[in-house]
């Protein structure tokens, strides 16, 4: 069964504490790995597609990884302003896309 | 920036009402889909949608959902007689492309409470 699982369920880390979010998978024929972020009441805001292993992406303090099993979301220095739900999603055959439960970040000042 | 764009933001029902949700999705896009995120839950799949026809549904997407494009710019859900366990958020997303380049971008939902 494909199955796509987030940890850890929540970080709360200190304004300038630096660390990684990580989406493991098991699934076959994956065709793409997407980070989104998603505020309370919102829709998820697109971040990274990642496609093949060894390809990494970054966008001002967030950087995606991608291996053959896993995806680490590394956060940089992070601000109050970080602070949100991250999701990762895996892309199968054709148009159907499988969420993971999230990461909820919580920075401090 | 293109968004896409739904409504209602919030709508209450009462149990065994027909509820439609509406979505512009943005202009140049190809590919729809909807998805739904209950409380505290995944977001999950419900359908996607291609050409004027369905594409892949999931088996949330029974009998009593169905979509339309009723004319070049909205995409509809239709939920005929709706259960309490609909109640969640439903997300409607687009995306250009499938594949390379198939991000979906999302709008910003339409919470549905069925009581």
């Known amino acids: 069964e494909d199955q796509v699982t987030q940890s850890p369920e929540a970080l709360r880390l200190q304004e300038g504490e630096s660390s990684s979010l990580n989406c493991s998978y098991t699934?076959?024929?994956?065709?793409?790995l997407f980070w989104y972020r998603q505020d309370p009441g919102k829709g998820p805001e697109f971040l990274f597609t990642?496609?093949?292993a060894g390809e990494e992406k970054e966008k001002e303090r967030l950087k995606a990884t991608l291996t053959k099993k896993e995806s680490f979301l590394h956060i940089t220095a992070p601000k109050p302003e970080d602070s949100a739900t991250y999701l990762c999603a895996v892309q199968l055959n054709f148009n159907k896309f499988y969420f993971g439960s999230g990461t909820k970040l919580n920075v401090k000042p | 920036e293109p968004e896409v764009t739904q409504t209602p933001s919030h709508q209450v029902t009462q149990m065994g009402q027909e509820v439609i949700l509406r979505c512009v999705p943005i202009s140049n896009h190809l590919y729809f889909y909807w998805y739904r995120q209950i409380l505290g839950q995944k977001v999950e799949f419900l359908v996607s949608?291609?050409?004027?026809?369905?594409?892949?549904k999931s088996e949330i997407f029974d009998d009593q959902f169905s979509v339309e494009r009723p004319d070049g710019s909205n995409f509809t859900l239709k939920i005929r007689s709706t259960k309490l366990e609909d109640s969640a958020m439903y997300f409607c997303?687009?995306?250009?492309?499938?594949?390379?380049?198939?991000?979906?971008?999302f709008g910003e939902g339409s919470r549905l409470t069925v009581l």
């Open positions: 699934v076959s024929g994956l065709r793409g």
């Open positions: 997303a687009s995306s250009l492309l499938t594949g390379g380049g198939g991000e979906l971008f």
């Open positions: 949608f291609y050409n004027n026809e369905i594409s892949e």
């Open positions: 990642l496609y093949s």
